[in-house]
Nanobody, 124 residues
Framework: QVQLVESGGGLVQAGGSLRLSCVAS????????MGWFRQAPGKEREFVAA????????DYLDSVKGRFTISRDNAENTVYLQMNSLKPEDTALYYC?????????????????WGQGTQVTVSS
């Protein structure tokens, strides 16, 4: 049974930082590309960041480039999202997702497994 468990969310003031973690089990983690998505109330789920299985390629939503960094530790079956200079518009439920293809996608429909999400709230 595949499980993705996110953690690290919370309440932070604008300009602050958070580090999200997602621990995967039940799959060969090093074979999967991983992504982070977010969904704010009343809005559609949107792509935030992705990383290929090797970590050699990453991609970001334009509005988070230079502030967020995605990374992974295949030995620990974990993907991270370091979020700096947070803004109130970053407030959302953040999900990690796993894609069994070797390349990554920015489309949520391309991911095979999803976590339950971790809430990030940024106050102004």
């Amino acid at each position: 049974q595949v499980q993705l468990v996110e953690s690290g969310g919370g309440l932070v003031q604008a300009g602050g930082s958070l580090r999200l973690s997602c621990v995967a089990s039940g799959l060969t983690f090093s074979s999967y590309s991983m992504g982070w998505f977010r969904q704010a109330p009343g809005k559609e789920r949107e792509f935030v960041a992705a990383i290929t299985w090797s970590g050699s390629t990453t991609d970001y939503l334009d509005s988070v480039k230079g502030r967020f960094t995605i990374s992974r530790d295949n030995a620990e079956n974990t993907v991270y999202l370091q979020m700096n200079s947070l803004k109130p518009e970053d407030t959302a439920l953040y999900y990690c997702a796993a894609d069994k293809r070797s390349d990554y996608t920015t489309l949520s429909s391309g991911y095979d497994y999803w976590g339950q999400g971790t809430q990030v709230t940024v106050s102004s």
